[in-house]
């Protein structure tokens, strides 16, 4: 009896194509997915920013620039654009600060990925050269930082101890005059609809402040609110990690010059993915500039000559409306905001590389 043996299947090139068509798809969708959120927040960055008015399905309506609050208020369905909307959350709890520019910096990547990809570049070289160009960057920020801080005293001090600048006293045996703080007046007054705790005349004023937000509607008062919230975690940051560097984009494009010039002696395809990275930092300063109603191609051309002269710390003014010496117009920013923004967004961006496809796993509630 004759045996017919019967040969296996062979997948055909058609279908091979066919399922690295289906990931580049994925990965396509996902990146314009996270890049409409970015984009969405950018017109926000900066002390120039737009605000945006969100509506909430209660009727709430809120007007605000900060780029937490913004992506934690927006109702972002895609699981891709989902990841930006952690990564400002991320920032906010590692330094307090630089939500939007977190967003911004990661959706400028994002689009840098995708030129990349289409010129054939797979996503792992990608992923570790964008991991190694965020250390190098993190490296030429710290050597950038200025020493602000030092002995910062940690003791936690009842409030008003601070501003009367005296010492608790735990014990009524230990009463004694030097403990004793002094002030002419402590009254309760009617403010608005509230009441507060007002004390007059101290003598030897503490470090203490008490800052009293008043405005003319609870939007005004819940903006303000959240500026003030950023303020003091920028202090934070300044406790935590006590260094400092000029703000207005000066960074940003400093890392982009170096890193630029460190792509040229890398080989292979790591220095295009280096040199992308790069030209991904000057998303800041060029919105900071748009943003400033300014003409961002020249000030970012301008500010690429001013630092290739060896002046890192030139930035732009959106006051003035022009390129200074950032530094010397007091325009600083703590060294943690800018270090955790690079670092988190590169992370954000390598994660989203890897992702070719997407599983949706319905409820079971046999579980």
């Not at 990349?116 to 991991?131: A, E, F, K, R």
């Not at 005059?177 to 007046?185: F, Q, R, V």
Request: aromatic fraction near 2%.
């Amino acid at each position: 009896m004759a045996l017919t043996a019967t040969s296996a299947p062979r997948s055909s090139k058609t279908e091979s194509y066919v399922d690295n068509k289906r990931k580049e798809d994925i990965r396509h969708a996902n990146i314009k997915s996270a890049c409409a959120v970015a984009d969405a927040v950018r017109t926000s960055l900066g002390p120039k920013g737009m605000d945006k008015m969100i509506s909430t399905a209660n009727g709430e309506v809120i007007i605000t620039n900060d780029g937490a609050t913004i992506l934690n208020k927006m109702e972002v369905l895609q699981p891709a654009a989902k990841m930006l909307v952690e990564l400002s959350k991320s920032q906010d709890a590692a330094a307090g600060d630089g939500t939007t520019t977190v967003v911004v910096i990661a959706g400028s990547l994002l689009k840098q990925c995708l030129t990349l990809l289409s010129s054939g570049i797979h996503p792992t070289v990608i992923s570790d050269s964008l991991h190694k160009a965020s250390i190098k960057a993190v490296d030429v920020l710290t050597a950038m930082a200025i020493l602000v801080i030092k002995d910062v005293e940690r003791d936690e001090i009842e409030f008003i101890t601070k501003t009367l600048n005296c010492l608790p006293i735990a014990n009524i045996e230990h009463f004694k005059e030097e403990k004793l703080g002094h002030a002419d007046l402590v009254e309760e007054v009617s403010l608005g609809d509230g009441k507060i705790v007002k004390i007059t005349g101290i003598k030897d004023m503490g470090r203490n402040t008490c800052v009293l937000v008043r405005g003319s509607n609870m939007l005004v008062l819940d903006e303000a609110e959240r500026s003030l919230h950023d303020a003091l975690c920028v202090i934070r940051c300044l406790v935590n990690k006590q260094f400092l560097i000029a703000g207005g984009g000066a960074p940003e494009i400093e890392l982009s010059r170096q890193l630029g010039a460190w792509a040229k002696v890398l080989h292979g395809m790591e220095g295009y993915c280096v040199k992308a990275f790069a030209e991904a930092l000057e998303v800041v300063p060029y919105t900071l500039a748009e943003n400033a109603g300014l003409n961002p191609i020249t000030i970012v051309t301008e500010l690429r000559n001013r630092h290739a002269q060896g002046e890192i710390n030139a930035g732009i003014n959106v006051r003035k409306g022009q390129i200074t010496n950032i530094l010397e117009e007091n325009v600083v920013q703590p060294l943690l905001v800018s270090t955790s923004a690079i670092t988190l967004a590169a992370e954000c961006v390598r994660m989203l590389l890897k992702i070719d496809d997407i599983v949706t796993v319905r409820h079971d509630s046999s579980f």
